[in-house]
């Protein structure tokens, strides 16, 4: 199934990460030449470029991604997009790694900034945006583009900034989540509680282990089952992230130096075991899907993308679970718990796009322009509007269309399901309150190993075992180690000191030279040969 | 002399990249000599399938097993369906290297050593070792269409089973497959198809990493019509419900 899937193309990131390292720093990164913006957009020539796409498993997604490339092929007879679908970023992320080595990247895809700071380990793979934007004739809202372009100043700022490493920007964001969590209130209430407008971690835990009472059958009093998991996190990694945040308690410096594993980590994994022991808490993938729990009344917090909100709630359009399991009951859509909540602090996320370098520039305009097009309206709202996404320019967010899309909320189950537009309207409403994580080589594996501390304590209370501070030295180091944190600053660096060669090297390289001096000797052996007998 | 030059040279730079890219030693699993091939006999401190499903979840668990399919490997992990004559083990992740991977042929027996888990109903066991075993072993299908829709189906979780006679229902707009669950995929992506009996209808699929896009049941599932007659063999995996991962299909 999808889970499947999913975790193996985590695993496949750390294995390609190893590689990509390990090819930009043996081969002296020839690379590309740095794209030189033509003067004008050649409209003879015919280009077919590559768009690799990513979905939320979603039909309707993947028909907007074929009516914006309709509509752009329509403008640019030139230009032929050819799309090629992905349902996890891990894949993307994966093909792309495996194709910089053979040059043969996709000119468009979908992205997250944490991946590009990988791709730019190479030489000039990715186009720098900065010049494309500011192009009076092809740049952001140019002259000469054949459609309603957005001005730079329309693309929300913080999204635009999300897409920045270093100062340069690689990326333009495509749509923006956020995570939301998603509140059986009916259950909360019955239990004699009251939901504030903003969850606190201590309120989440309260309920959750008062939820863990079971009658005399032994069953759960609160929803009669044998099954309850009172709160479940989808991502084990923004949870880490967004408590750490939270807490100024240290996960990256902006230089990538690594500061997640600290005390204030090992205060919350302690917190977080305790209520994994009781089973209160869990996570995806010890468990499953948040939505399959909460929709069958076995979870009251279920915390997940907003765009998974279409997954959520009794009358949920989309759903994995059977209609005779499906239990009655009121959704709320609320922030992600907080310690602070008069300054909430919520993660960012989402597609964005980035434009692969080729020897050709012409062809890189070709995909700077079909990446422009995806910012325009008619792209921006109907993507938005299959999920809990937001637009990412003031100029979609603002249009009357998707105002009287949002003033629609709940008179239907279906483009107007109430709990994906709570679930965006709770992203617009906090934009100013989100944030992302440092951008750097290794950030991504750092995101990784992030959620494994989770998973792992998690798993282990449940087994049993003792989560002490002995527990917690080996859980650092293990997986400092499976994630290579320890090697992230030397490769960034490329000045990794790797030791002497080994005596087998030394005896190799030693024969290959003598090999060598002996071919030379023979052709001029061979030389002296020939002259002599002339 | 050329000849025996560029020979040299070749050997030399072959034996150089072996020596540059094998920095680590695969680890092999221990073949055991045990003289327990038959399959009703289990080794001392190994569970019966009767003590394995009694077995709490999240507790430790040792079976011995035979490999009937393998699922998937990548970074040495393992997904592999077994069984033994009594009933079936998922094995999800279970550290393996490519080396060992190889090793696992349909009748393998192993020893594993792992953790019961459920992941969406399906029960299975995570976070295992194992080491290969002597003994094959390599289980008929059994016929579990009268079983469909009844509580005693999940008896038979994980098992090679067959159904028979079960009829292609629309998938949706009257494909008779989609390609992902909703048709949001492409060829080579998991295929998901309707099928029915006695007036149910059960969603079954072709897992991409068990059967990938060039095998003859991926084929034959895209060649179905609404309607066609089927008999499967397959998987009795679950994902909220029975949710088959089929291995073979003939339309009657």
């Known amino acids: 199934m999808i889970r499947e899937k999913t975790k193996r193309a985590i695993c496949g990131i750390l294995a390609l990460c190893g590689m990509l390292t390990v090819l930009s720093g043996c081969h002296g990164s020839k690379g590309l030449k740095p794209f030189a913006l033509p003067d004008t957009f050649d409209e003879t020539k015919p280009f077919s470029i590559t768009f690799w796409a990513k979905n939320d498993t979603n039909k309707t997604q993947t028909e907007i991604y074929q009516q914006a490339i309709d509509g752009f092929e329509s403008l640019y007879p030139n230009i032929t997009v050819n799309i090629r679908l992905y349902t996890n970023y891990g894949d993307i992320y994966n093909d792309v790694i495996t194709n910089i080595s053979t040059g043969t990247t996709p000119n468009v895809c979908i992205t997250y900034p944490d991946h590009i700071a990988t791709y730019l380990t190479g030489t000039n793979i990715v186009a720098p945006l900065d010049d494309l934007f500011a192009d009076e004739a092809y740049g952001l809202g140019g002259s000469q583009l054949r459609f309603d372009g957005v001005t730079q100043q329309e693309i929300v700022p913080k999204f635009l900034e999300e897409c920045a490493i270093d100062g340069v920007h690689y990326a333009i964001p495509f749509m923006r989540s956020t995570e939301a969590c998603y509140v059986n209130k009916t259950y909360v209430e019955a239990l004699g509680y009251t939901l504030p407008d903003t969850l606190t971690w201590d309120f989440i835990w309260e309920v959750s282990e008062a939820a863990m009472a079971k009658g005399e059958d032994g069953n759960f009093l609160i929803n009669g089952q044998n099954v309850l998991i009172p709160f479940i996190y989808k991502s084990t990694d923004n949870m880490m992230i967004q408590m750490l945040q939270q807490l100024d308690g240290g996960y990256s410096t902006e230089d990538g130096e690594i500061l997640l594993f600290n005390d204030t980590t090992k205060s919350l994994l302690y917190t977080i075991a305790e209520h994994g022991e009781t089973r209160a808490f869990s996570t995806f993938k010890i468990s499953s899907y948040p939505a399959n729990f909460l929709n069958a009344g076995q979870c009251i917090f279920a915390i997940d993308s907003t765009a998974g909100a279409t997954w959520m709630g009794t009358d949920a359009p989309l759903s994995d679970i059977s209609e005779d399991k499906l239990v009655d009951f009121e959704t709320a859509v609320l922030p992600v718990p907080q310690f602070d909540p008069e300054h909430p602090q919520m993660i960012s996320q989402g597609p964005s796009v980035c434009v692969f370098n080729k020897t050709d520039p012409q062809e890189v305009l070709a995909s700077w322009l079909f990446a422009q097009y995806l910012l325009t309206d008619e792209i921006q709202l109907s993507y938005a509007q299959t999920e809990g996404y937001i637009p990412v320019t003031t100029k979609a967010q603002n249009s009357s269309a998707y105002q009287e899309y949002l003033s629609h909320s709940g008179e239907d189950n279906t483009t107007h399901y109430e709990v994906k537009i709570q679930a965006s309207q709770l992203l617009l409403d906090h934009i100013e309150d989100t944030f992302v994580t440092p951008v750097f080589n290794g950030s991504a594996s750092l995101r990784d190993a992030a959620g494994q501390l989770i998973e792992n304590v998690v798993k282990s209370v449940r087994r049993g075992e003792a989560v002490d501070e002995g527990y917690m030295s080996d859980l650092y180091d293990d997986v400092i180690s499976l994630y290579r944190l320890d090697q992230i600053g030397e490769t960034a660096s490329g000045k990794a000191d790797l030791g002497p060669l080994p005596v087998t090297a030394v005896v190799l390289l030693a024969s290959l030279g003598v090999v060598w001096c002996l071919m030379l000797l023979y052709l001029v052996w061979q030389r002296i040969k020939r002259k002599k007998s002339k | ?252």
């Open chain 2, 1 to 252: 002399m050329k000849k025996c030059l560029a020979l040299i040279l070749s050997v030399c730079t072959m034996a150089l990249m072996l020596v540059g890219c094998n920095s680590t030693t695969s680890s092999s699993a221990a073949v055991s000599s045990s003289a327990a091939a038959d399959t009703d006999v289990k080794s001392e401190g190994v569970m019966t399938y009767e003590e394995y499903v009694a077995a709490e979840l999240d507790s430790q668990v040792v079976i011995e097993t035979y490999v009937q399919a393998k699922q998937s490997w990548w970074e040495d992990k393992a997904t592999v369906y077994t069984q033994d004559k009594d009933g079936a083990y998922f094995l999800y992740d279970m550290a393996c290297s490519q080396e060992d991977y190889e090793k696992l042929t349909p009748g393998t027996k192993i020893k594993v050593t792992g953790y019961k888990a459920e992941w969406s109903g399906e029960v299975e066991i995570v976070d295992a070792t194992f080491e290969i075993l002597e003994g094959n072993y390599i289980a008929e299908p059994i016929d579990v269409t009268d079983m469909l829709g009844k509580d005693e189906l999940i008896d038979y979780q994980n098992q090679f089973v067959s159904f028979t006679g079960m009829t292609v229902e629309d998938s949706g707009d009257g494909a008779a497959f989609l390609y992902s669950w909703d048709g949001s995929g492409s060829d080579g992506d998991d295929l998901y198809f309707n099928v029915s009996v006695d007036g149910q209808t059960y969603v079954f699929t072709v897992e991409s990493y068990l059967c990938d896009n060039t095998t003859d049941v991926y084929q034959a599932v895209k060649n179905l019509k609404v309607g066609d007659v089927v008999d499967m063999e397959g998987f009795l995996y679950w994902y909220e419900g029975v949710n088959p991962h089929i291995t073979s299909l003939t339309v009657k």
